[in-house]
């Protein structure tokens, strides 16, 4: 299924006043690497699977070995909604907006904010990490690519 486009608000993220983050002591690294344009995920270092929230445990093989690794920001549209009405109303100014579960090319799932960029949305398009400030905070959303084939898979990058 496919939804015509629409543009991003005219708005500047940067002065919303919304809830923030809550950062614990296992996920602060996630949001240091986000403020400097990085994406970092928990990875076992037994299994090699990534997690798509840190974990103390590895939830494939039980492994208590886990560090932070970098991943692409290379992603696809798993699936999405379009929010019309915000659920919190510092949101609301920002709407409408697109709310997705984007699958890294490295496997993690993971719930974002996607930019359309006059793009249409459809599950299997292929989007990259766009690190935007919101607020005082600095949020992996995530941006449709302009090039559909841009998702690799796994493999590809090994």
């Given amino acids: 299924m496919t939804h015509a486009a629409t543009s991003f ?3 500047d993220l940067a002065t919303l006043s919304v809830p923030p983050p809550t950062p614990t002591a296992l996920s602060s690294p996630f949001w240091v690497a986000a403020a400097e344009g990085r994406l970092l995920f928990h990875r076992c270092t037994d299994c090699r699977r990534f997690t798509a929230y840190p974990r103390e445990i590895c939830p494939h093989c039980w492994s ?7 991943v692409s920001g290379r992603a696809e549209v798993q699936t999405f909604t379009r929010v019309h009405q915000a659920g919190n109303a510092g949101w609301q100014l920002a709407a ?3 709310i997705a579960l984007v699958r890294l090319i ?5 719930l974002t904010q996607l ?3 006059g793009r249409p949305v459809r599950a299997g398009a292929a ?3 766009a690190f935007t400030k919101v607020g005082d905070w600095t949020l992996p ?3 449709l690519s302009a090039d559909a084939t841009a998702v690799t898979t796994v493999e590809e990058i090994s």
Avoid: K, T
């Fill in 9 to 11: 608000p005219a708005i």
């Fill in 64 to 70: 208590q070995n886990q560090a932070w690794e970098e």
């Fill in 96 to 98: 409408p907006y697109v």
């Fill in 106 to 110: 490295e496997g993690p799932v993971i």
């Fill in 115 to 117: 930019i359309e960029a």
């Fill in 127 to 129: 989007c990259c990490v």
């Fill in 141 to 143: 959303f995530f941006r």
